[in-house]
């Protein structure tokens, strides 16, 4: 259908930590030239929040400063002079200054899209974070998705009573993958 086709046409690309700058403007290129709207992402990777880390998606605006977006992510860590990926590309975990939740709202103040990726995995909000705290997380940031949300997933949030019934029905199940 031509709805169905229209959803391949807009896309995001994220990295880690920051939008590579260089090459997110000739991938958004390439894909304008196939009528493909790319919109810049990040992949957050969060240090100290719960047992394991913790993994948020930042979608932005398709027209948004790359450079800007760099500059609020590398704000968000405790020590802004030390780059949070390196010439060889590794990334390191952001040290947030502020409590998760506002450095989340922070981002979306500045018109990002909030996904939580892979939450059954080591860094994802259900491995690290207890029930409770997980909907308390989701109560306070109202991510605008989860990837992979189950039913189970559903169910355990249900259980701690921290989630309204219309709280958890909003929430998106999306999937991706890299």
Avoid at 2 to 25: G, P
Avoid at 92 to 110: F, H
Avoid at 171 to 177: K, P
Wanted: proline letters at 6%.
């Amino acid at each position: 259908s031509s709805a169905a086709s229209d959803v391949y046409k807009r896309q995001a690309i994220t990295d880690y930590n920051m939008v590579r700058v260089e090459w997110f403007r000739a991938f958004q290129d390439a894909a304008a030239a196939r009528d493909i709207a790319l919109f810049p992402g990040v992949e957050l990777s969060l240090s100290g929040v719960g047992k394991h880390g913790l993994h948020i998606l930042a979608i932005f605006p398709q027209d948004a400063d790359l450079e800007g977006i760099n500059r609020l992510i590398l704000s968000l860590d405790r020590d802004p002079s030390e780059p949070l990926v390196d010439e060889e590309g590794r990334h390191r975990d952001i040290r947030l200054k502020s409590p998760p939740e506002s450095a989340i709202r922070e981002l979306k103040e500045r018109g990002a899209l909030i996904v939580v990726p892979h939450p059954g995995d080591k860094n994802g909000l259900f491995k690290t974070l207890k029930p409770a705290d997980a909907a308390r997380f989701i109560d306070d940031v109202r991510p605008d998705d989860i990837e992979d949300f189950t039913d189970q997933d559903l169910h355990r949030l249900a259980c701690t009573d921290i989630l309204g019934k219309e709280q958890l029905k909003r929430i998106a199940s999306v999937a991706f993958s890299d």
